[in-house]
C-alpha cells in the first residue's frame, strides 16, 4: 500500500485504544492498522500549510514568511496570556483573534512524564491531552477566553511544570498520580479574577495509547537528515510513531513535509 501527501498532525478518536488517522488531500490512513507492519517513510519536498507554496518549512508547519505574518503562528498561540482580542485590540488579525481567543477556554493538569499544567480550547479536550502523551488528566478551571486561561497558566507555573519531558513520555517512564489532590492543592494559587471559574468535583480523564513495546533508547527521525527510514511500527503516542529499533517519528514536528508512505 502506497500513500502520498503532506503531513499534519494526525487526527485522533478517543477509545480504548485511542485512534490514530494520517489525513491526506486525497486519501486518509488508520494508523492503528500498521501496527507490526513494515513502515517506510520518504521525504519528497516541502509544502507551507498556509500559502501552499515549495519554501523550507520554518515552524508549525510554516515557511519563514508566512510564519511571521499569519495570526495562527503569532507569540498568544503559544502564549495565552498575551492574548488582547478581550479588549478588542489586534496583534495580527483581530476577526481570526476573537474567534479563538474569545471562547471557552480549559486550564488542566496532564500526566505524561509528570504533572503539567496547560492551557486549551475546550473544544480540543481530549484531543489536546492525547497529543501530548498524557495517561490521565484533569480540568481545573474553565474560562470564558483565552486570556484569563493564560494568566491562571503562567500564576499555576510557579507550582507546577508546564513542560513535557518527551523522552520519559515515550519511554512510558511514569507513575499514575492523584491529579485530583494536585488540583485541590493548587487552588489557591489561581489568580482572582480566575477563581469564579474552578471546576469542583470532576474526575480525571485516562487515556489508553496503542502500543505494543516501548522503546528503551530513543533516535528521532529527522527527515532533513534522513530522508527515507523504514522499521517495524510498534506504537503510536501523543504524536510520535515508534518503531522497534527505538527510532521515533514526531508527526506534529514535520508538519509540511510532503512524504510518501509505504506499508508492506
Known amino acids: 500500500m502506497n500513500y502520498e501527501g503532506v503531513l499534519t498532525k494526525m487526527q485522533t ?3 480504548t485504544p485511542i485512534q490514530y488517522y494520517l489525513v491526506f488531500e486525497n486519501d486518509f490512513l488508520n494508523v492503528n492498522q500498521l501496527l507490526d507492519k513494515k513502515v517506510s517513510i520518504e521525504f519528497l519536498r516541502y509544502q507551507c500549510l498556509n500559502c501552499g507554496l515549495e519554501k523550507k518549512i520554518y515552524r508549525q508547519g510554516f515557511c519563514y514568511d508566512c510564519f511571521f505574518e499569519i495570526p495562527q503562528a503569532a507569540d498568544w498561540v503559544i502564549r495565552p496570556e498575551l492574548s488582547t482580542a478581550h479588549l478588542d485590540k489586534e496583534d495580527r488579525d483581530l476577526e481570526y483573534e476573537k474567534k479563538v481567543q474569545l471562547q471557552p477556554h480549559i486550564v488542566y493538569l496532564a500526566n505524561s512524564s509528570n504533572v503539567k499544567v496547560g492551557v486549551t480550547r475546550k473544544s ?6 492525547i497529543d501530548q502523551g498524557a495517561h490521565e488528566a484533569i480540568e481545573i478551571v474553565e474560562v470564558p477566553n483565552r486570556y484569563l486561561a493564560g494568566i491562571t497558566e503562567v ?10 519531558n518527551w523522552r520519559t513520555m515515550l519511554k512510558n517512564e511514569i507513575k499514575d498520580e492523584d491529579l485530583v489532590a494536585w488540583r485541590n492543592k493548587l487552588k489557591p494559587f489561581i489568580p482572582e479574577e480566575a477563581k469564579v471559574y474552578y471546576i469542583e468535583n470532576n474526575k480525571e480523564t485516562n487515556l489508553d495509547f496503542p502500543v505494543l513495546q516501548y522503546p528503551t533508547k530513543l533516535k528521532s527521525l529527522n527527515l532533513d537528515k534522513t530522508p527515507f527510514y523504514e522499521g517495524l511500527l510498534k506504537g503510536i503516542k501523543g504524536q510520535y510513531l515508534l518503531f522497534e529499533d527505538g527510532t521515533v517519528f514526531n508527526i506534529r514536528g514535520s508538519e509540511g513535509y510532503v512524504v510518501g508512505i509505504t506499508v508492506q
Not at 124 to 129: A, K, S
Request: charged share 30%; net charge neutral; aromatic share 6%.
Open 13 to 15: 478518536e478517543n477509545g
Open 124 to 129: 480540543q479536550v481530549p484531543t489536546r491531552w
Open 155 to 164: 500564576a499555576l507555573k510557579d507550582h507546577v511544570s508546564d513542560k513535557t
